[in-house]
């Protein structure tokens, strides 16, 4: 079962929104800034807290300017594992494979890429468990069709050498 809810994260505001019957339903808006953040959060929670008994699942969506879309040419001798797609990211973009995550979508004779920061979804996955929300997945928004659907990554586990 997937969660009702989607706390969608931006850069400047965060927004959850509830699956009413397969349909989008704004719960509410709180702007990022501002002292009393924490307070807002608490009222976010308490709005979803009315429509299900906490805890409150949630699919998480990180803002788009975090993830890398990239698309690769693709050899069809051979099949795409996950290391290939994170070799040609690194390679790309001058990154360490332990700290990426990867998504991935084979299209004819490309391969379409989401690439983000292991740190971000941890950054993310703190935020929300902080404020009472249980992210179980997390997403982020596609623009100008860089992606054929909207990526899909798994909860974060800590960094190697992270507490």
Not at 6 to 26: F, K, M, N, Q, W
Not at 130 to 151: C, E
């Amino acid at each position: 079962m997937h969660p009702q809810f989607t706390l969608d994260l931006s850069l400047e505001a965060i927004r959850l929104v509830y699956d009413l019957h397969g349909e989008p339903c704004v719960i509410g808006d709180v702007a990022l800034f501002g002292d009393d953040l924490p307070l807002r959060m608490t009222k976010l929670l308490s709005l979803a807290a009315k429509l299900s008994t906490p805890p409150i699942p949630t699919t998480t969506v990180v803002p788009r300017e975090h993830v890398l879309y990239c698309t690769l040419r693709l050899d069809m001798a051979r099949e795409v594992e996950e290391r290939d797609v994170l070799e040609f990211v690194c390679r790309e973009q001058q990154l360490n494979k332990d700290e990426l995550c990867v998504d991935w979508v084979i299209d004819g004779s490309e391969i379409h890429i989401a690439a983000i920061e292991k740190l971000t979804l941890l950054e993310a996955n703190d935020f929300a468990q902080k404020h009472g929300f249980v992210p179980t997945s997390f997403t982020s928004s596609v623009r100008n069709s860089k992606y054929p659907r909207k990526p899909r990554f798994p909860v974060p586990k800590p960094l190697n050498g992270s507490v």
